[in-house]
């Protein structure tokens, strides 16, 4: 049985504006993705490891595809995510949930990025 989520992508206006939010938040370093189907989609992808657990993904500039909406939410892994909360405002985004006990399942925050996409921040502890 593999993992349920493959891969994932968060829809943006402003690549540069929300790269740098990301970033800043997760402290990580997104690297350019080439568009393998020149239709035109800029993409900057997340640092993954394909030998660990988990998804990777990129952020997404494309044409007919606005960011918000929030059909779909993303929980990124964080070792407590109080201190990546911490960064949100700093780069440019809300905390609409500061971290919160899920119980036996850690702790969670919700955010807001530049661009108005709802996110989830996750940690054990």
Excluded at 31 to 58: C, I, N, R, W
Excluded at 80 to 95: I, K, L
């Amino acid at each position: 049985m593999s993992n349920p989520v493959g891969w994932f992508e968060i829809y943006v206006e402003d690549m540069d504006r929300a790269t740098a939010f990301y970033q800043t938040v997760l402290a990580v370093e997104l690297t350019l993705l080439t568009d393998p189907t020149e239709e035109q989609v800029h993409m900057m992808a997340f640092p993954s490891d394909m030998e660990k657990y988990g998804a990777s993904g990129a952020l997404v500039k494309m044409a007919g595809m606005a960011p918000g909406g929030n059909s779909t939410l993303v929980y990124f892994s964080c070792d407590d995510c109080a201190v990546e909360a911490e960064r949100v405002s700093q780069a440019g985004g809300v905390v609409e949930q500061a971290k919160m006990s899920i119980g036996e399942y850690g702790f969670i925050s919700l955010i807001k990025d530049t661009e108005g996409n709802m996110v989830g921040l996750h940690s054990q502890a």
